[in-house]
């Protein structure tokens, strides 16, 4: 296990996948600042400095690279533990890996791969909503904060040192043959709702109907069940 901090950076999941090559397995680099942050499609991700966790964590065993989407559900599960042990009351996953608490998102991760002939690495990037209390909103998404929920400042130290031992912890079990998978669908946040999707360029309704196996999605979608993968959709509750 290697801890790297750096006060700034432009993006944590960019600097590993830069030097991914010079670190060990299960490197996890955190700063304070990251000016250029990455979320998921395309998106920017902004977090005030200081106030909350932002970090990536390095895989390079190919038998978890290669469990990419159980991966994915497997890191937004480890921060709901670590939420819950906080005493925050029903946090939820957001298929494919989002964290939500009261319809708010506290957490945002994004998974991203190297491949050259083969698949290198994966890198999981984390930024949970710490002790930030005002959020520039999207118009589809409200944020919130460990702040806002438990109106108390956390420890950032000690919080980074349990999300990071809980990771590591999961993901040691996970090699071992732990399935996780009854655990992630009891938290599922989308289960029963009715959305509208971006599915093949068009916008649509559908109704969720849970967390697959394979942690696809199972959404019932003009008249058919049919399974999501996360790279084609975008949801509009
Ligand atoms: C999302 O919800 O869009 C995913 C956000 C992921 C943000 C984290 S912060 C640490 C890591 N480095 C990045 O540039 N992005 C991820």
């Excluded at 304070?32 to 390095?58: A, C, H, I, P």
């Excluded at 912890?169 to 655990?183: P, T, V």
Aim: some cysteine; proline content about 2%.
């Amino acid at each position: 296990m290697k801890k790297l901090f750096f006060e700034m950076i432009d993006s944590t999941n960019a600097y590993l996948i830069d030097h991914y090559k010079d670190l060990e397995d299960m490197t996890f680099l955190s700063t304070d600042y990251q000016y250029r942050g990455r979320g998921r499609m395309g998106r920017t991700w902004m977090s005030e400095k200081g106030k909350n966790l932002t970090f990536s964590l390095l895989v390079k065993d190919p038998d978890m690279m290669k469990e990419y989407r159980s991966l994915s559900a497997l890191s937004a599960f480890s921060i709901i533990e670590v939420l819950k042990d906080y005493g925050i009351a029903d946090p939820g996953l957001k298929w494919p890996n989002d964290v939500y608490v009261k319809d708010a998102k506290i957490c945002g991760i994004l998974l991203e791969g190297v491949s050259h002939e083969e698949l290198e690495c994966v890198i999981i990037g984390i930024g949970l909503n710490v002790n930030e209390e005002d959020f520039d909103e999207g118009f589809f998404q409200k944020a919130t904060s460990m702040k806002l929920l438990l109106k108390k400042e956390t420890n950032l130290e000690e919080l980074k040192d349990a999300v990071y031992q809980r990771l590591a912890e999961n993901i040691e079990k996970m090699k071992r043959g732990e399935d996780f998978y009854e655990e992630i669908i009891a938290c599922d946040y989308l289960k029963g709702k009715r959305a509208y999707c971006h599915i093949d360029g068009e916008e649509k309704p559908i109704e969720v109907l849970g967390i697959d196996h394979d942690y696809s999605l199972k959404v019932f979608c003009e008249g058919e069940q049919r399974n999501l993968s996360s790279s084609e959709v975008t949801f509009h509750i």
